[in-house]
């Protein structure tokens, strides 16, 4: 769907006489969302980089005008619908191009909540790290870090410490800290009790909210269908 959604970008900014990146796809090489939920580093990249996310790694991209810049004040413009209604005499759609993509994935799908998937994320989140199961692999895990030498109350700590984010590669001290992160994770299975938990919050959520998750559901296969058929060629 993202690169439906850049192609689309990319038809529209023609209109107006831009040349707009769609980039291809990128490589299948990331983190699993599951360890970047739960703040977990595969030993040999915690070795190397630390807490810093590899180059490789990284996300994809965002557009830019096609020469790798960012976009100009016309462009930003004619992006996002904002400031004017028309460009040289052609009009800006509502939205702009960004809104007008966003609405050609979305023909034909039914209404649902866009931030339905956000919000029960984010409540089975605080439902899990509230959870006794949750706090105690958490006080395991400081005191694991602890025994060598490192006082954080939590993998956020560990993680966010401000030492490690003045620089865009990961300091011998970094990489110490995020090897003994790792080795603590493992030794008291912080992955597999912290992902159990939320599982857990996340099933129950979803079967309190039946209703809106299946129209979110049906209006995300439309979405899917109809960035196959741009994909394919039928810009519409």
Same mark, same amino acid.
């Given at each position: 769907?993202?690169?439906?959604?850049?192609? &689309? #970008?990319?038809?529209?900014?023609?209109?107006?006489?831009?040349?707009? @990146?769609?980039?291809?796809?990128? =490589?299948?090489?990331?983190?699993?969302? &599951?360890?970047?939920?739960?703040?977990?580093?595969?030993?040999?990249? /915690?070795?190397?980089?630390?807490?810093?996310? =590899?180059d490789h790694?990284?996300?994809?991209? %965002?557009?830019?005008?096609?020469?790798?810049?960012?976009?100009?004040?016309?462009?930003?413009? *004619?992006?996002?619908?904002?400031?004017?209604?028309? #460009?040289?005499?052609?009009?800006? =759609?509502?939205?702009?191009?960004?809104?007008? $993509?966003?609405? !050609?994935?979305?023909?034909?799908?039914?209404?649902?909540?866009?931030?339905?998937? $956000?919000?029960?994320?984010?409540?089975?989140?605080?439902?899990?790290? $509230?959870?006794?199961?949750? !706090?105690?692999?958490?006080?395991? +895990?400081? %005191?694991?870090?602890?025994?060598?030498?490192?006082?954080?109350?939590?993998?956020?700590?560990? @993680?966010?410490d401000p030492?490690? +984010?003045?620089? !865009?590669?990961?300091? =011998?001290?970094?990489?110490?800290?995020?090897? %003994?992160?790792?080795?603590? !994770?493992?030794?008291?299975?912080?992955?597999?009790? %912290?992902?159990a938990v939320?599982?857990?919050?996340?099933?129950?959520?979803?079967?309190? @909210?039946?209703? *809106?998750?299946?129209?979110?559901?049906? /209006?995300?296969?439309?979405?899917?269908? @109809?960035? $196959?058929? *741009? &994909?394919?060629?039928? &810009?519409?």
């Open positions: 769907m993202r690169r439906a959604h850049r192609l &689309l #970008l990319a038809s529209c900014m023609q209109r107006f006489g831009f040349r707009w @990146n769609a980039p291809e796809p990128q =490589p299948s090489t990331f983190i699993p969302r &599951l360890y970047r939920r739960f703040l977990y580093t595969p030993p040999d990249q /915690a070795a190397e980089y630390g807490y810093h996310r =590899p790694l990284k996300d994809e991209p %965002a557009n830019d005008n096609g020469q790798g810049a960012k976009p100009s004040p016309d462009q930003q413009l *004619v992006l996002s619908g904002r400031g004017a209604s028309s #460009l040289r005499g052609t009009p800006i =759609p509502e939205g702009g191009c960004y809104g007008e $993509a966003d609405r !050609k994935l979305a023909t034909g799908a039914p209404h649902a909540p866009d931030d339905v998937i $956000a919000r029960l994320h984010l409540e089975s989140t605080r439902r899990a790290e $509230a959870d006794s199961r949750f !706090k105690a692999v958490t006080t395991r +895990w400081s %005191a694991c870090m602890r025994g060598q030498g490192y006082d954080y109350r939590s993998p956020s700590h560990a @993680n966010d030492r490690w +984010w003045s620089g !865009k590669t990961a300091t =011998p001290d970094e990489i110490e800290v995020s090897l %003994a992160d790792v080795r603590c !994770k493992q030794q008291v299975n912080y992955l597999g009790v %912290a992902a939320t599982a857990a919050y996340q099933q129950r959520l979803i079967e309190d @909210n039946a209703e *809106v998750v299946r129209a979110y559901r049906k /209006a995300l296969d439309v979405q899917v269908r @109809n960035a $196959a058929r *741009v &994909l394919s060629g039928a &810009l519409f």
